[in-house]
Nanobody, 124 residues
Framework: QVHLVESGGGSVQAGGSLRLSCVAS????????VGWFRQGPGKEREGVAT????????YASDSVKGRFTISQDSAKNTVYLQMDSLKPEDTGMYYC?????????????????WGQGTQVTVSS
């Protein structure tokens, strides 16, 4: 069982930045995949970014590419999501999740472990 705890959310104005952290209760192996997801008001949960291979392989969705950066500190069992040039449409609850089956498809239902989420609100 792996517990994930997110932090770093808050309220910012458009154009601002936030850095989210996801701390895992156990070691994140190179074969594990950690993803960041978000769910805006009235919207389905959306995959934002993933990281695997100890940080050597990353993915970002088209909606955040060039603005969000996912990274990992293996020594701290922590994955970060640096969010720059934030837009009002980035508003939502942000979750980190982990899957340990050796794959890194960003489909939410394939992730085994989820954190409780951290709220991000971007005002115009």
């Amino acid at each position: 069982q792996v517990h994930l705890v997110e932090s770093g959310g808050g309220s910012v104005q458009a154009g601002g930045s936030l850095r989210l952290s996801c701390v895992a209760s156990a070691y994140i192996y190179s074969s594990d995949c950690v993803g960041w997801f978000r769910q805006g008001p009235g919207k389905e949960r959306e995959g934002v970014a993933t990281i695997t291979q100890g940080g050597g392989n990353t993915y970002a969705s088209d909606s955040v590419k060039g603005r969000f950066t996912i990274s990992q500190d293996s020594a701290k069992n922590t994955v970060y999501l640096q969010m720059d040039s934030l837009k009002p449409e980035d508003t939502g609850m942000y979750y980190c999740a982990l899957r340990s089956d050796g794959y890194c498809d960003i489909t939410p239902r394939l992730f085994n472990y989820w954190g409780q989420g951290t709220q991000v609100t971007v005002s115009s």
